[in-house]
């Protein structure tokens, strides 16, 4: 069984005891995030002692602190962290490190901190302001987990493929990364990768040999197609969740067969995205059809279907995200809470200007009761 699978079931027998409860926050977008209780937060925290140490607020007027020897995991709130000791000898206890600053460039005060520092299983960087990775981890063999969200950085150093035990890779939520490091590819232990498209063209040199990752959150095809080609996820089994996949035009047919999306049963949502007009989409989109345990398919951008029949959906919001369809000719609607403004609106009869679908010939809508006439 797998660690991941093991480290769930007890998740979720402490959420049935009631030490956790869901987080309601529109702005995760989906994403569960849970709390603990306060008096269980409170009693964890004594039990723990100096092994788990958070500082979160200012409490000293000294310009500098030190923690406890025997801390293991710590976390630095926003106004402590310019009060970090750098030449701490505790530090080398340390497997956890969370740090959270909003107020500026921090990259100096990580770069002392981070000196000589081996032993790390976890960095969690996010919002810190850093605008170069440079050797911040250069040392520590040992990491796991690296999270560096939101920061302004466009390039990360070559030396990570020497972090040959790293399995996470958070770099989402900024827009400046460019390229990415030539010796990645050799980080074959990483199982979740989670980027921005941002600037990237395409993604790492032999892609295909991280054949343990699970989570992707982007798949970038590029243009050339041989080095980067979306036949590189065909030994990528485990992948789990969802995948976006962007530069849908340069999809080769063959490629699109290679990429054996029908052998990945924990995928839950694929999102293919186009940014440009192609010839053979309908071939691509045969070769890339999903494994039938697939709960949701998005087709973004796609000007080239000739031919769309929506039935039973509930809300006409689906119709105003068809777009702007050039080569669209045949339309059906079919049980359908359809009125005459939205037919109207989503033909784009004369009345309402500029047609949506300049090439529809042939219009069919069956079963729709609201709707008493046409326009």
């Known amino acids: ?11 979720k027998k402490l959420l049935s005891g009631a030490f956790f409860r869901l987080s309601i926050n529109e702005n995760w977008k989906g994403q569960d995030f849970y709390n603990i209780h306060d008096v269980i937060h409170n009693m964890i925290r004594l039990i723990s002692g100096d092994i788990c ?6 409490q000293t007027s000294k310009e500098e602190f030190v923690f406890p020897k025997g801390t293991r995991h710590m976390f630095l709130g926003r106004k402590i962290v310019h009060k970090v000791e750098p030449k701490n000898s505790y530090k080398k206890n340390l497997r956890t490190l969370i740090m959270s600053s909003k107020s500026g460039d921090t990259t100096n005060v990580l770069f002392d901190f981070l000196s000589d520092m081996k032993h790390e299983r976890v960095i969690d960087l996010s919002h810190m302001g850093i605008d170069n990775v440079r050797d911040l981890i250069y040392e520590m063999k040992h990491l796991c987990l690296l999270n560096l969200f ?9 030396f990570f493929g020497q972090l040959t035990g790293l399995e996470t ?5 900024y827009d400046r990364l460019k390229q990415w490091p030539e010796d990645i590819k050799n980080v074959v232990t990483l199982r979740i990768v989670l980027f921005s498209v941002c600037f990237l063209e395409n993604m790492p040199l032999e892609f295909g ?3 343990n990752l699970e989570t992707l959150s982007v798949f970038i095809v590029e243009k050339s197609n041989q080095n980067h080609g979306i036949q590189h996820l065909k030994d990528q089994y485990m992948l789990r969740g969802s995948i976006c996949i962007v530069n849908h035009e340069n999809v080769r047919s063959h490629d699109a067969k290679e990429a054996s999306l029908h052998t990945k049963p924990f995928l839950d949502k694929v999102e293919f995205v186009w940014n440009a007009a192609v010839s053979n989409g309908e071939e691509v989109l045969g ?3 999903p494994h039938e345990n697939l709960k949701e398919l998005v087709i973004a951008k796609y000007i ?3 031919v769309i029949h929506l039935m039973g959906c509930t809300k006409n919001s689906v119709l105003n995200d068809l777009g702007i369809l050039q080569h669209l000719k045949s339309l059906v609607i079919e049980d359908m809470p359809m009125s005459l403004e939205t037919v109207t609106l989503v033909v784009g009869f004369p009345v309402s200007g500029e047609s949506r679908f300049p090439n529809l010939r042939i219009i069919e809508i069956n079963n729709c009761h609201m709707l008493k006439e046409l326009p």
């Open 1 to 11: 069984m797998r660690p991941g699978n093991v480290g769930c079931g007890y998740f």
């Open 53 to 58: 140490f958070c500082w979160e607020v200012e």
């Open 150 to 158: 939101g920061n302004p950085f466009s390039k990360l150093p070559n």
């Open 169 to 173: 890779l958070k770099l989402k939520n």
């Open 209 to 211: 040999k991280m054949v």
């Open 287 to 289: 070769g890339l059809y």
């Open 304 to 306: 080239m279907l000739p």
